[in-house]
């Protein structure tokens, strides 16, 4: 905001709105962005929308055209220009270079399948842990691989991620905490929550595919963007463990993280972006107006 003071500038609370373009929003997503529009409005703060568009695979241009539309309809304004992930692959190679050179980083060239196999292998005389997601964790394999193996492996052409050293990276960081901000002062949620990354394993940060991953992506953007205020569903709470020691891994400052209830469908599960029922195109085609989203989602 050009002719603002500097104190004023740096006092005004960002917040922003990240949708994946791999599929039509729904209420869930509609719950995220009214509340970071109306606590953006509150705070007099400024709302950013940004594109998680790094998975080829699954993101398409008809539906980033549909976020634009359905926010639009929504009543929701965000700044320009929208952030587009796909456009800054050479930050999130930036970043990845500084952590390479801390020696945090190393290869694993297996596929998701292989390491659910080398999991049950490793976990039949018990029950192999997992990462708060459910995916079994990575048994560390690829770290016993020699430097001159990984080298000849990767000049050979062997596609291969490339993981955090999840204990060396604790090590270099000590204990870690976010700010969550609750419904309230008082509320059980408020206040300093300790971030425990070592529950994810050896995290991928950048995949086979793309020089990047969303833990990555999200702490670099959000930098980059200056944003100051985090508000998404709690589905990724646990995800903020992993966000804060690459926030300290790469002296990124912390934005202070809000975690909301989520929406479920009639059998109690997370909505998903496949659900017709609940999906913003299809209950706007019904004549479902916007203040009835707003009221759907307990908004009011
Ligand atoms: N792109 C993520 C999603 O659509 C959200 C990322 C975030 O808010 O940190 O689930």
Redesign the pocket.
């Known amino acids: 905001m050009p002719g603002m003071p500097e104190e004023r500038r740096m006092a005004t609370p960002v917040f922003?709105?990240?949708?994946?373009p791999n599929g039509y929003l729904h209420l869930g997503?509609a719950l995220?962005a009214l509340m970071n529009f109306d606590m953006a409005r509150a705070a007099g703060g400024r709302l950013l929308l940004r594109i998680?568009d790094i998975d080829e695979t699954r993101c398409r241009p008809e539906y980033e055209q549909a976020i634009y539309d359905d926010l639009a309809w929504l009543g929701i304004v965000w700044e320009e220009p929208v952030r587009r992930q796909s456009a800054h692959l050479d930050d999130y190679r930036a970043a990845l270079a500084r952590l390479d050179a801390q020696e945090l980083l190393y290869p694993s060239f297996e596929s998701r399948a292989e390491i659910a196999a080398l999991a049950a292998e490793r976990g039949r005389l018990g029950a192999w842990p997992r990462d708060p997601d459910g995916a079994p964790l990575y048994p560390g394999t690829a770290k016993a691989i020699s430097r001159a193996e990984r080298r000849r492996r990767i000049d050979a052409g062997e596609p291969y991620a490339l993981r955090l050293d999840m204990a060396a990276a604790i090590a270099r960081v000590g204990e870690l905490a976010w700010m969550e901000m609750g419904r309230g002062p008082g509320a059980a949620d408020h206040g300093p929550l300790p971030a425990t990354p070592v529950a994810w394993g050896d995290v991928i940060l950048a995949r086979k595919e793309t020089p990047t991953s969303?833990h990555l992506s999200?702490v670099v953007d959000d930098a980059l963007q200056g944003v100051t205020m985090?508000v998404?569903?709690q589905?990724?709470f646990h995800?903020t463990g992993v966000h804060r020691l690459l926030q300290t891994l790469l002296g990124l400052p912390a934005p202070t993280y809000h975690h909301h209830r989520l929406l479920l469908d009639t059998d109690g599960k997370k909505l998903s972006k496949s659900t017709r029922s609940t999906g913003l195109r299809e209950l706007r085609a019904q004549g479902v107006a916007p203040a009835e989203i707003r009221k759907m989602v307990g908004l009011s």
């Open positions: 922003r709105f990240a949708p994946s997503h995220s998680e969303y999200v985090v998404r569903g589905d990724l995800a």
